[in-house]
């Protein structure tokens, strides 16, 4: 299972991004698909999650200026960032987990991560 994320990058303060993350190899098909933050520092925190169910899950701190997104035909993940703000700035990660026969849970999938930084 691999997590290929792309859309970060240099945005000044007010701005907007998009991240996309696409998940290749074998998934069953109740996934749940996620984006973390990790800021230089500071541990890796939830952005927003897309359960398997249809929940989405946001952080109190960030939801109002972020919509996450999932198209299940392409296994992809969204993320609209708006409003940006130099605390947002750190490395942004797609996360899946699905479940398995028997129906536990796999273990955490991560992406290599995208590099979102807010700078005047």
């Known amino acids: 299972v691999q997590l290929v994320e792309s859309g970060g990058g240099l945005v000044q303060p007010g701005g907007s991004l998009n991240l996309s993350c696409t998940v290749s190899g074998e998934i069953s098909s109740e996934y749940s698909m996620g984006w973390y933050r990790q800021a230089p520092g500071k541990q890796r925190e939830l952005v927003a999650n897309?359960?398997?169910?249809?929940?989405?899950l946001y952080q109190d701190s960030t939801k109002d200026r972020v919509t996450i997104s999932r198209d299940n035909a392409k296994k992809t993940v969204y993320l609209q960032l708006s409003n940006l703000k130099p605390e947002d700035t750190a490395v942004y990660y797609c996360?899946?987990?699905?479940?398995?026969?028997?129906?536990?849970?796999?273990?955490?999938?991560w992406g290599q991560g995208t590099s979102v930084a807010v700078s005047s």
């Open positions: 996360n899946t987990r699905f479940v398995l026969n028997g129906g536990i849970w796999s273990s955490d999938y």
């Open positions: 897309h359960l398997k169910d249809g929940v989405i």
